[in-house]
């Protein structure tokens, strides 16, 4: 059998465990399965660019630890991407770097919008195995996403650390956590931390059940409150008006009023981005209390992956280089509990996992008396 070529990459945000995924496929690939492997450079640009280093043993050793990602990521779109100025189409150009290149497989490591993207490409002929990371947790299919538990770690240690401060200054702290459109990252550090109360995308909020919150708090003498704020979670008003510029997003027949549509949501996005800030203000007025607002950023998805990322950055990319070898494309692999399964890329492209408004996690926060901000 001749050696199987295999080209991988590294697309949408970066995160932690993306570089200890591609030395869990690289070296099955390599070890087990006798492959040859190049990486390409900055996510699917490198790809519709044709800009690819080789990625031996020697390349994969010493990454599992590392941080980002050794190849590079880009927020492309394969048949929407920016080229000197105009948006092109590069799927035909993908397909011919592919077979210029002698490729037997594509393996792509991103979340929702790079599945979409490698569905695009699998539909184009080319044999594509999806990994899927986030920090944000939301890609359906799968139980976890490396990424995600490194976030979790980093996000709970900073409320843990903000815990203190509002208490010594009788403060209302307001950490605002990843997370635009699933609420798992503020959840999950929400609940570890022990906010007291967890503000969600997917649970529209009222600043009077947040303010009450906190009035129930101060009567039991905890005059400070700590807020995990999801940078998506809006109040009712807002998320009604998002809902609707969506709407008429997702109803628009002609492209130019889909595009119109789509840069009105967009304004309106843009518009909410201080929401963190303006709550803060919105607290602080009603309740009396000094607001303080901390925005955890980057720092989420930055430096070296925690221990579960690792393990399971290691055995997604190691079940990928073996169904690769086995032939079984146009799949993303998946954590189905204790097992490794797979999900047809169609299933997963460009959807969402919210966080289900009976989720144990949710019950479990509003069982321990933890507001989420509605009534
Ligand atoms: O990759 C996921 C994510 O970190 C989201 O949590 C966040 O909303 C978004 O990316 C930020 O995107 P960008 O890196 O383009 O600023």
Redesign the pocket.
Known sequence: MPQKKVGILTA??D?PGLNAAIRGFGKAAIREHGMELIGFQDGVRGLAEGRHIPLDGRALSGILTVGGTILGTS?DKVDRMVVDGETRDMVPTIVENYERLELDALVTLG?GGTARNAYKLAKAGLNVVHLPK???NDIVGTDDSFGFSTALEIATEAIDRLHSTAHSHHRIILAEI???RAGWLALGSGIAGGADIILLPEVPYQLDAIVNAVERRRKEGLNFSVIAVA?GARNQTDAMALAGAQALSDEASSPATKAAAKKAKQDLERSMRDNTLKLATQLEDATGLESRVTILGYV??GGTPCAHDRLLATRLGAKGAQLVDDGEFGIMVAAQGTETGTVPLKEVGGKVKYVPLDHPWVDAARAVGTSLGDV
Do not use: L, N, S
């Open positions: 949408g945000g995160c927020r979340g986030t920090i944000d990843m997370g635009h940078e989420q998805r």
